[in-house]
């Protein structure tokens, strides 16, 4: 599993790298990421080959459990 609680952009400038680190059927769990910024990285991550599995939030702030395929 690998955890990353970072804004945003830096997950998506990031996604290739996070991607690399799950190992297959591990789990990426991101959080840290502004509601209007959710589509844009959940899109860089879904390109890395992560599935979302869930999404929850607190607020303006939220987070997701991936799982790579």
Do not use: M, Y
Not at 8 to 13: L, P, R, T, Y
């Amino acid at each position: 599993a690998v955890v990353a609680n970072l804004v945003a952009d830096i997950i998506q400038q990031g996604a290739g790298s996070l991607g690399r680190l799950v190992e297959p059927q591990g789990f990426l769990f991101a959080g840290g990421i502004l509601q209007r910024h959710w589509v844009a990285t959940a899109a860089a991550l879904e390109q890395e080959g992560l599935v979302l599995q869930s999404c929850s939030g607190r607020g303006r702030w939220l987070a997701g459990i991936w799982v790579k395929s």
